[in-house]
């Protein structure tokens, strides 16, 4: 377990140059209510995929009853920072990660999530976003990670909805019903319900354990 965790860890803080250049690839999971484990009961996650097939994100939806000079260590001036800092999941708690929007790609690694969006730990990329006044960010305790083939497997286990990452989503001020918002959406019958027509899907439509739509079109083709 150490082992896999400082694996993330790596992944999450040294990204090599190339991992900047892929495709935007993050998705959201969305839990269904027979998911029981605390870490991800009634939890929004968006997540996205490294080039050696880890896959890392961060919990959308569960804001810190602290404000952000409590959380961020002493390097860190909490700034400009007016948001609640996020339990980003359960994986290094200690560790601050930046969800953020960029018209440019960072100088300091990151992990392309959405066109504009990066996820990052590296305390260049937090430090400069601290000093800007209009930034487009949210600062999160921790992340969540999934061994290679994890996360297939637990979709397999029908744990999760997937749904398609929207960057108004992931920056909601209020996420106190946004886990309930997606969970209507996904589970809605015109977003989950059998496709009529073989080998066709809608756009943004995916049944729950067809991982040739929840993650292949999406996650998987950075393999």
Known sequence: MRTRVLALAF???AIAPAALAQPANGV???AKPSIVDPNFSGT????TQAPDAETVGVILNRPLPLAASEVLPPELSSGNYRDPVY???????????????ADRPPGAPAFHVLKDVYLSMQPDNIKLLLKEKH????LYAGFAGWAPGQLEAELKGDGWYVLPAEEDLLFKHDTSGLWQELLDRASSPRVSSPIKRPGQRRPGQCQAAALDCALS??????R
Do not use: C, N, S
């Open 87 to 101: 339990y980003g999941g359960p994986v290094m708690r200690e560790v601050i990660i930046a969800l953020f929007h």
């Open 217 to 222: 079109k999406v996650i998987l083709p950075l």
């Open 135 to 138: 930034a487009r960010y949210r």
């Open 11 to 13: 992944a999450l803080l």
């Open 28 to 30: 959201l999971l969305v």
């Open 44 to 47: 929004v996650v968006v997540v």
